[in-house]
């Protein structure tokens, strides 16, 4: 498994301007392609003679197609167990005795790594997808937190969160669910850390919670023996950059609570997750959607929004069940306005 080489040779943000100049990707551009950490790059570079042909004024590193390819290679061979030293001297002899996919020497263009889509080669079966899955998937499987936070930073920051997850974190999450099926129960650890580690970028990145305003808050939980909460701290957090005040209950609320909650509360809307159709109950949501508060004559009542997979074909009639990220913070600002 890949582990960041703690060097510290340099400054990346030099060899950044200066291999710009040069037309190639700098050590930092290169790092971000392929998901790992700077120092990881020129770790490889020092200790195993992966590192480009040519440098800037015979200093900064400037990497070029033929490098990147070798790295890829790399990559690809340590995610599957092999010792770094082991890849390292198979990537180099491959690229010895095989045909270069590209031209020797041609620089790469550098290219923002959000745009475009490819398949990646990390071992996961990710399919047409963002580039950015192909980084975080790298990263999940080695377990490298620190290039994990700065990959998932960058996908919520360029694209906003309702993109990062939809096209981003969704599909990666999936193919590391898949492996972990195919696997035999293996990497589950990987779904672990993917999954604490997206959870912990969602906190950094939303909001404080707004101030309560009457009629406007929207209640959020599992409902009884579900402990999925991820897709609820999505939601969330998007709420709450719409300036939407949520009360956030989790995993797993016995009913009594939820019931006490929503009563207190007066919220416009409820949210209501199941991962699977055998925690999803269809009376359990039609109860929550007939709970009333307020004075008589003015007795109100929240919207149910039925979340998750749990409830295809269990859904109460007349209580909406969005598909998405983006179908549930428009319903639950519909709920809001009405």
Known sequence: MCKNGGDGDGDDTDDDVDGRRGGGLTTGEVARRLGVAPTTVRSWDRRYG???????????????????????RMCALTVTGLPPAEAARLALDEQATGTPSRQEGAAVTPRPPARGRGRAGTGLRLGDVRQECKGIARAALRLDAAALDGLLKDAIGEHGLVTAWTEVIVPTLQAVGRKWERSGERYVEVEHFLSWHV??????????????????????????AENHTLPLEVLAA??????????????????????????????????????????????????????????????????????????????APGLPHPPGLAEAVAAVESAVRG
Do not use: Y
């Open 50 to 72: 992966l590192g480009p042909a040519a440098r800037a004024d015979g200093r900064h590193r400037r990497w070029t197609a033929r490098d990147l390819a070798r790295l890829e």
């Open 199 to 224: 959870s912990g970028a969602l906190r950094r990145h939303a909001p404080p919670v707004p101030a309560d305003r009457p009629g406007a808050a929207t209640v959020l939980a599992c409902v009884p």
């Open 238 to 315: 998007a709420l709450a950059e719409r300036n939407l005040p949520v009360r956030m209950f989790g995993g797993a609320l016995p009913l009594e609570s939820l019931v006490a909650a929503v009563r207190r509360t007066g919220p416009a809307a409820v949210g209501l997750w199941a991962q699977s159709r055998t925690t999803a109950s269809r009376p359990l949501a039609q109860h929550v959607a007939g709970i009333e508060w307020g004075v008589r004559g003015a007795r109100r009542k929240p919207v149910v929004l039925t979340l998750g997979p749990g409830w295809a074909g269990q859904a």
